[in-house]
């Protein structure tokens, strides 16, 4: 057997799956580490640390000067500004070696009002803005710092971070900013890395140091504790957090969730009736020209009928206005439609998935993340105080040398006057150590004077006061909380909600799922006459018109009115047929009342044989008595029974030739039923007697021998039983005493009183 050959020199002989595994684990966390998930300290991705540091570098600081000199008012600082291109080509070329493209659209979100609650760069020139539109080109806009910046910076000159070296090894940057400014939750974070993601929204800054205050206070206060304090998110653009505090509570506990969003909205009277929707608040990140293109397309496809149109009438301050269709629409069924089906309300996940200190990435609840900040913050007094020791012991060993000079003035001159090497003979006859030595030597002569020892020793002697209490610090992790404590008080002065930045603008207030519209919110209420004929030809007049004019309508040869009442356009019709089956109209969908109409059997799939036995407005809060021409009958609910489609619902049960004959609304006081058979026999009985169905056959409300049911009706039995008289006089009759026909239900029943229409009808 051969030798399999040699891999070339070089080369490497492994398994694919192996080394492919191996080398995307690579890739995958320096994409989570160094591109993706913001550190937990500073709340930065390295991309928009290092276009801060760029700008540091270039000295565009607010105040002018070095960041760790707070300005009190950064509003009247003169720093000139400079071109973004320089910036940008400043971070790739010495720090991210990345396209420029990506690194400028992260400057500009930092500088973006709109996208971030406390802008980190102030940038002058066209940023973009909230209708989506594109910043301009980078060599057009020009950029500083801001205080916020500023503030995330402080003390990146006093030894409290580690630096390291850049990717080509000839500049140095730090590992992360030192800064008190609590970046992290104040502007949030949003990335995708391998396999995970982040989604942090932004905070109220004087909410997150109240709460990291609190834990200060109480290092074991519980999250209940924090939540009093951060209400929620605290987004640039406002909005209403609608979402129950316990949703938004648990969703921090855990570092998971998602919150509901909604546009901040009012109502404004126009006049005579009418009024308009105005919108004064989008939700977070929604851009403004496609949140306008969403409804206007609601508009243009008619899935909002209640909705007429949409403006865009902002300027420094966001205001769409929305005209309803009618002035009649409700104003929240309205807003509501227009929740459910455009980004006026929206979910905004929550996942605080960061890069702890250790540079591992990790989700946290809000109390870990501020216990965490802490504890860097805490590590950064520290580092501060231990480099300012160091910096004093510097000071005071010169200032002891000098002092040693000035006790001994006339021998140090003489020894420089006269010795070719005077620093080791200073150094052996004053014990002077090589700096002081050194230091002396370069003294001007100018500082040869009485007063300057003074100073000297005035300057010693607070230096070594500020040694001992910073040593005191350093020695006392109790004093090192209450530095840290009062450090934040001073930095929540420049951004509480008294400094008008600070306020905030994302206000809670708990309100349930957009309902669904129901059919006749989204239709114009207006008043109708629905007209049938023999025939089934059926229209609807405007307005309520005078039913017994109804007559004199205009309808095709040898036809003419078989139903007429008053209804609404929000209204549903029932249509019953022979056979028991229920059909449903939209009112708002029937012909116009020139013409004859259109046949009924157009719209809905109703056999020509099928005779039409009612047609009434469908009252939800009724009941209908239905019939049958063979005596049985039940009792229906009108909101059971409506249908859905053309082909309609079976609501009654036929046996052989039967059909059915009565569809009849009953009163809200009624207790009995009156029924009449063609054998001219009458019988009344409970309506308690009667089952409640849906659908079904029905039990026998009367028995005959010969012929069937002739009509039915329900009664009120204390007020007896009327009918109409005939004739032109239009009066109707009343029989009270209605013992002779009380009976139960299933009988025969008896003649009925006198004067009862011959036609067996009760009218």
């Known amino acids: 057997m051969t030798d399999l050959p040699q891999a070339p020199q070089g080369v490497s002989d492994r398994p694919f799956d192996s080394a492919l595994s191996e080398r995307y684990l690579v890739y995958a966390l320096s994409t989570i580490t160094a591109r993706s998930l913001p550190d937990l300290r500073d709340g930065l991705k390295p991309v928009h640390r290092r276009l801060l540091w760029a700008m540091r570098q270039l000295r565009l ?40 493209v990506s690194v400028y659209d992260a400057m500009v979100r930092l500088a973006q009002t709109f996208s971030t609650r406390m802008p980190l760069v102030d940038g002058q020139g066209n940023f973009g803005n909230i209708d989506g539109d594109n910043a301009a080109a980078m060599r057009y806009t020009e950029a500083r710092l801001t205080q916020a910046a500023a503030d995330l910076m402080a003390g990146l000159d006093q030894g409290t971070v580690d630096f390291k070296s850049t990717y080509n090894g000839e500049e140095e940057e730090p590992e992360v900013f030192p800064g008190l400014f609590p970046n992290l939750l104040a502007n949030g974070a949003a990335g995708i890395a391998v396999g995970m993601a982040t989604s942090i929204p932004p905070h109220n800054v004087a909410e997150v140091i109240d709460a ?20 929620g998110p605290d987004f640039p653009t406002g909005g209403i957090l609608v979402d129950p505090a316990h949703v938004i509570s648990e969703a921090y506990a855990t570092g998971r969730g998602s919150m509901r969003v909604r546009a901040r909205w009012h109502k404004e009277d126009e006049g005579r009736g009418t ?107 520290v580092r501060r105080s231990a480099f300012r020791i160091g910096q004093i012991d510097n000071r005071l060993e010169l200032l002891d040398g000098y002092i040693i000079a ?11 006057r006269t010795e070719d090497e005077p620093k080791p003979v200073m150094m052996a006859e004053f014990s002077l150590t090589d700096r002081q030595a050194e230091a002396i030597l370069n003294m001007r002569l100018r500082s040869l004077r009485r007063l300057e020892e003074m100073e000297l020793r005035k300057e010693h002697k607070e230096l070594t006061a500020e040694r001992e209490d910073l040593q005191k610090l350093l020695d006392s992790p109790a004093r090192q909380r209450t530095r840290l404590k009062r450090d934040l008080a001073d930095l929540r002065k420049r951004y509480g909600p008294e400094s008008g930045i600070g306020k905030r603008r994302t206000s809670l207030e708990e309100a349930a799922v957009a309902r669904e519209i129901p059919l006749e919110a989204m239709i114009e209420r207006e008043p109708i006459t629905v007209i049938m004929s023999q025939r089934g030809w059926i229209r609807a007049m405007k307005g309520h018109v005078d039913l017994a004019g109804t007559e004199t309508l205009k309808f095709k040869e040898g036809d003419g009115p078989a139903f007429a009442f008053h209804a609404q356009t929000t209204d549903k019709i029932l249509l019953a047929g022979s056979d028991g089956r229920f059909y449903t109209l939209g009112a708002d969908k029937l012909p116009g009342g020139r013409g004859f109409g259109e046949p009924v059997r157009l719209m809905i799939d109703l056999a020509n ?17 239905l019939a049958a021409s063979d005596g049985r009958g039940f009792v229906a609910p009108v909101a059971e029974i409506i249908a859905e489609t053309r082909k309609g619902r079976q609501v009654v049960n036929l046996k052989d030739k039967a059909a059915l004959k009565i569809v009849r ?61 005939g004739g032109e006089s239009g009066r109707t009759r009343t029989e009270t005493d209605l013992l002779p026909w009380r009976a139960a239900r299933g009988a025969a029943g008896r003649m009925p009183p006198n004067g009862f229409p011959r036609d067996n009808q009760f009218g």
Not at 406 to 416: A, G, K, P, T
Request: hydrophobic share 40%; glycine share 6%; charged share 25%.
């Open 212 to 231: 990291a205050t609190l834990l200060i206070e109480q290092p074991e206060a519980d999250h209940d504790a924090i939540m009093q304090i951060i209400q």
């Open 665 to 725: 609304p009953l009163g809200a006081q009624d207790d009995a039923v009156a029924v009449i058979g063609d054998n001219r026999k009458l019988v009344i009985f409970p309506l308690s007697e009667l089952p409640e169905m849906t659908r079904g056959q029905g039990v026998t409300l009367q028995r005959y021998k010969d012929g069937g049911l002739s009509d039915a009706t329900g009664l009120v039995m204390a007020q007896g039983l009327s009918w109409t008289m």
């Open 61 to 100: 600081e607010p105040s002018g000067a070095n960041p760790d000199i707070l300005v009190a008012n950064p509003e009247r600082n003169t720093t000139t500004y400079k071109k973004c291109q320089r910036v940008v080509g400043d971070a790739t070329g010495k720090y991210h070696p990345h396209g420029e």
């Open 406 to 416: 000035y006790l001994n003035l006339d021998r140090v001159i003489e020894i420089i």
């Open 609 to 625: 044989e099928t005779g039409i036995v009612a047609l009434l407005p469908a009252r939800m809060d009724t009941k209908l008595l």
């Open 275 to 381: 009024w308009i929707t105005v919108i004064d608040e989008i939700p977070y990140g929604v851009a403004k020209g496609k949140l306008i293109e969403q409804v206007a397309q609601l508009i243009a496809d008619k899935k909002l009928p209640i909705l007429a149109d949409i403006r865009d009438e902002s300027d420094e301050q966001l205001r769409i206005v929305i005209e309803p269709r009618a002035r009649t629409v409700d104003p929240q069924v309205l807003m509501d439609g227009l929740f459910r089906m455009t980004d006026l309300e929206n979910r905004f996940p929550l996942n605080l998935n960061v890069l702890d200190a250790s540079r591992t990435p990790r989700v946290m609840g809000v109390r870990e993340v501020l216990t965490n900040w802490l504890t860097h913050q805490i590590e950064v007094l």
